[in-house]
């Protein structure tokens, strides 16, 4: 259970706060703000109950009541923080539902969207499950993504009440849990999260901390993810006839014509299109889940099947818009004997870098100073994945990654760094209380 941290474990904290001596007390913070700089770091190992209680609980994103599970852990958090807490079930989508608590300070300051997300990539038949702490470093499944978020996120708004700034806060969460494998339609699996940003005036991404060069870094953009499937159909026939008029080329000479036509025509800044997988025989068909498939064939047939799945990611919607096209047209320039269909799924669009966004990203380096932090500089969007913030970020202007730090997410071992949770925690808890008063 997580500790009820009370204002008077700050206010007769004098040794806590002899602590902060020349770092963040004698970087002017205000007293609140050091009360709640005092209060994350008294609470620590209270923090870290609850990211292992969080962790135990399986919540891959196919693991409904797993994820459901999760939801019920945290919302008496949220609700003992003076939030209401509902419950959306997504049945319609195939996925468990979302996690939305919302809390009317009554204040003039910014009205804020906190983001992120109950599921994980870990499903219960993954091998990878036990929590583990080694001196400063935990892994777990999801201690980095985002668990460690999610506890960064409940832990910053606990301060921020023991300090009283979080009584004038306007602040909307929200946990979706299905961000690892979106519900299908997307516009239904989003439509709480759009609701809430038009609500809002920023938006607070607590997805993973990305850092290079052992240098913690500002995310203000994300790329999209788009997965696309090239189907090829063409005539069947010995091989002793291929490349003539009457038998053609078959569908793997069609498959790899357009493939290396993306490879050659498609590149541009900020824009990546990888192929993940290739059929191709006298038959060849993909899987349920498009993780694998099959096919059948042999050395003297020209064949008539051929497939390939890939992703797209842009730094723009236009720019996905435009090389779609590009992709469109490359694949219907069909060889003879061949026809080939192109079809994009319903994805991830993008977060394009905004004037507002690097606005907020220099309130955050200003907490960064005023806590002895080295500067955050704004990470290029390249090296950031998809993510929910994108959804709404076409109606705010919003930073990412303020949840936990560590490595190797989404894989077996993933990392989370406690001396970047606490100065994430100490960020994330006097960035709201500025936005809230502003």
Do not use: C
């Not at 050659?264 to 059929?279: C, H, K, M, Y």
């Not at 919607?317 to 319903?346: C, D, H, W, Y």
């Not at 309130?363 to 290029?380: F, K, T, V, W």
């Amino acid at each position: 259970m997580f500790t009820r941290l009370r204002i008077g474990i700050v206010s007769g904290g004098v040794a806590l706060m002899m602590g902060l001596a020349g770092t963040a007390a004698a970087a002017g913070l205000t007293g609140p703000e050091k009360r709640m700089v005092a209060v994350v770091d008294a609470a620590q190992e209270d923090q870290l109950r609850l990211l292992e209680e969080l962790v135990a609980i399986n919540s891959g994103t196919m693991n409904l009541p797993g994820v459901e599970a999760v939801a019920r852990r945290l919302a008496p958090e949220f609700k003992d923080l003076g939030f209401e807490v509902r419950w959306v079930p997504m049945a319609e989508t195939g996925r468990a539902g979302h996690l939305i608590a919302t809390h009317r300070g009554g204040g003039g300051g910014r009205r804020m969207l906190l983001i992120g997300h109950l599921d994980t990539v870990f499903e219960p038949d993954d091998p990878f499950k036990a929590y583990v702490r080694y001196g400063d470093r935990i892994t777990g499944p999801g201690v980095n993504d985002m668990k460690g978020g999610i506890v960064v996120m409940v832990s910053a708004l606990r301060a921020m009440k023991a300090a009283g700034t979080l009584k004038r806060a306007n602040i909307s969460v929200v946990l979706t849990g299905d961000e690892e494998r979106v519900g299908r339609p997307v516009e239904i699996a989003r439509r709480d999260l759009i609701a809430a940003a038009k609500e809002s005036d920023v938006a607070l991404d607590f997805e993973g901390l990305a850092t290079e060069n052992g240098m913690d870094m500002g995310s203000i953009a994300r790329r999209s993810s788009t997965t696309w499937t090239v189907q090829v159909r063409a005539k069947a026939g010995h091989s002793s006839g291929v490349f003539s008029e009457t038998a053609g080329y078959g569908a793997i000479y069609e498959l790899a014509r357009i493939l290396d036509a993306f490879r050659d025509q498609l590149r541009e800044p900020n824009a990546t299109f990888s192929v993940g997988l290739i059929l191709g025989g006298s038959d060849a068909g993909l899987n349920r889940d498009a993780t694998g498939g099959k096919a059948s064939g042999k050395a003297n047939i020209i064949p008539a099947e051929a497939l390939a799945i890939g992703d797209l990611r842009t730094l723009s919607n236009e720019q996905t818009a435009r090389i779609q096209a590009k992709m469109e047209t490359i694949v219907s320039q069909s060889l003879p004997g061949a026809t080939a269909s192109l079809e994009f799924s319903e994805g991830y669009p993008a977060m394009p870098p905004t004037e507002g966004s690097r606005r907020l990203l220099a309130q955050l380096n200003e907490i960064n100073s005023a806590l002895g932090y080295p500067r955050m500089p704004e990470l290029d969007p390249v090296r950031r994945g998809a993510g929910d913030i994108a959804f709404v970020s076409h109606l705010v202007d919003g930073l990412v990654g303020l949840g936990a730090g560590g490595e190797g997410a989404h894989s077996p071992g993933e990392t989370l760094d406690i001396p970047a949770l606490r100065r994430q925690t100490r960020r994330a808890a006097l960035l709201m209380s500025r936005l809230g008063e502003r």
